[in-house]
C-alpha cells in the first residue's frame, strides 16, 4: 500500500511514534499533519531535512512552540527560504519574527513593507530596515 494511505489509517499516537523514525516518503507527508504533537516530533527525527521544516513553518497547524523550537535552531536558520517563512507566518512569536527580519534580503523586505496581511509591528520594522538600507548607500 501506499504510505499516504497507511498512514492515513494510523491514529494520532501512532503518526507521533512514527514522526520520529519515519522515512523520506513519510516524513514529507507527515510534515503536513494537522496535528503539533506530530509535527514536534518530526522535527526530533534526525533524518529530517530543510525540505520537511519549510513544510511545518508555513504549515497553519504549527504551533508556537514548533516554530519558536525551529528558530532556536542553527542548522535551519540557515536557510533563507525557511527564515522567511518563519517571520510570514503569523504563528511565529513576534520577537522571534523580529529577530529573524534583519537577515532576510532586502528584496523580501520590501515585500514584507508592503504586504498587509503581516503583523503590524513587523511590517513598519520592514519598512524601517528599507529605508535603512536605501540611506546607507
Known amino acids: 500500500t501506499s504510505p499516504i494511505f497507511r498512514i492515513r489509517e494510523l491514529d494520532t499516537a501512532q503518526r507521533i511514534q512514527l514522526a520520529s523514525k519515519a522515512d523520506r516518503g513519510e516524513r514529507v507527508i507527515l510534515s503536513r499533519d494537522t496535528m503539533a504533537p506530530v509535527l514536534l516530533n518530526l522535527l526530533a527525527n534526525p533524518q529530517v531535512d ?66 498587509g496581511n503581516s503583523k503590524e509591528d513587523l511590517r513598519r520594522l520592514a519598512l524601517a530596515l528599507v529605508m535603512k538600507a536605501h540611506s546607507s548607500r
Do not use: G, H
Not at 50 to 78: F, G, H, M
Not at 88 to 114: F, H
Open 50 to 115: 530543510s525540505e520537511n521544516v519549510l513544510a511545518i513553518t508555513k504549515s497553519p497547524y504549527a504551533s508556537p512552540d514548533i516554530l519558536q523550537r525551529v528558530a532556536s535552531d542553527r542548522r535551519w536558520l540557515a536557510s533563507a527560504d525557511i527564515r522567511i517563512a518563519l517571520v510570514r507566518n503569523p504563528k511565529t512569536p513576534t520577537p522571534v519574527a523580529q529577530r529573524l527580519l534583519e537577515t532576510l534580503p532586502l528584496n523580501e523586505l520590501r515585500t514584507l513593507a508592503k504586504v
